[in-house]
């Protein structure tokens, strides 16, 4: 019996553990909800003022060590762009960045949220970069933007 018990065991951790390496994105709508729920936890950050809570869960966010599909960046920032259109208000650039880097992480896309700023007229922006490109916004933004921090 308690042998019984342990191969069956083994085998549920070796499916749950093939289930996890076959992982990819989900399907869009899917992959829209859960960008949807990443825009409500972000927004509930900044309602409170917490930056520094909303910085350090990205900042602290890990990188799933499982290859991204090829196409990854793009669903996913195009699962983010369709989730801000039907959000409840006008989604801010932290907002959506935050949770651009956390979804891409999620899926083994190493992404860093970069926050910029420039001096006149005072303005400050975020995005998102994967191996130094911009993912979620125009490609010259780097160069509007002084950069204060990458995480």
Not at 4 to 28: D, F, M, W
Not at 93 to 119: D, E, H, M, N, P
């Amino acid at each position: 019996m308690e042998s019984t018990q342990q191969s069956k065991g083994q085998s549920y951790r070796a499916i749950a553990l093939k289930q996890e390496q076959n992982e990819r994105v989900p399907p869009r709508l899917l992959l829209v909800l859960e960008a949807y729920l990443s825009l409500i936890r972000f927004d509930l950050y900044l309602a409170r003022g917490d930056f520094d809570s909303l910085y350090n869960k990205v900042r602290n966010y890990p990188t799933r060590n499982k290859a991204a599909s090829p196409d990854s960046i793009e669903r996913i920032c195009s699962a983010v762009d369709m989730a801000g259109i039907w959000y409840c208000k006008e989604v801010l650039c932290l907002q959506r960045s935050a949770a651009t880097a956390c979804l891409l992480r999620k899926y083994g896309v190493s992404a860093l949220l970069v926050i910029g700023a420039q001096q006149m007229p005072f303005k400050a922006h975020a995005w998102v970069e994967v191996n130094g490109r911009v993912v979620n916004d125009k490609p010259y933004v780097p160069e509007m933007y002084g950069i204060l921090t990458r995480c």
